[in-house]
């Protein structure tokens, strides 16, 4: 029998290590990851033409590719939006080739001011899953909607519900 006792206490001891020793590693192992900066917002200065400035009041900047047809759908529905009604102005940051202007606004339906971007810019701006839309106020941006989830219903009810100031 007391071959028994020791037996349990040399299992005891040991499985008492065994915690002890996933207690000592418990917080280590679910130490949560260091939080990394957010990436920076893009200063849109640079695109601004003369006469439209981007850091005053509401605008919509839209990041698009001449030759998406994602982007040309986009482009064709911020087309139809009454701006002007909501106190929003909206930019387009082109990428593609200056001939192919003519045919991408006879495609959208309409002409809306823009500007070209190299295609750095562009891959910085719109990201993985063009195109990509940037709502500013006074220059600081508010909003970013990826083009794949844009829904102009809902960004004319945020205008409406003054949730951004016109």
Sequence with gaps: MGGAGAKRRKWGLAAGLAVLAFL?????WRRPAAEEPPEPL?????????????????VLVVVLAMDCHNCIDTARLVGTLDAVAHGLRVFFILYGEPGELDVFWAEVGTEIPYCL?????YAELAGENPPAIYLLENGVTRE?????SFNLIVLLEKLQMRQYSP
């Design 24 to 28: 000592a590693v418990l917080p280590l």
């Design 144 to 148: 970013v909607i990826p083009g794949n």
């Design 42 to 58: 893009p200063d849109f200065h640079r695109f601004a033409p003369a006469g439209m400035p981007l850091d005053q009041g509401l």
């Design 117 to 121: 971007a190299s295609a750095h810019d």
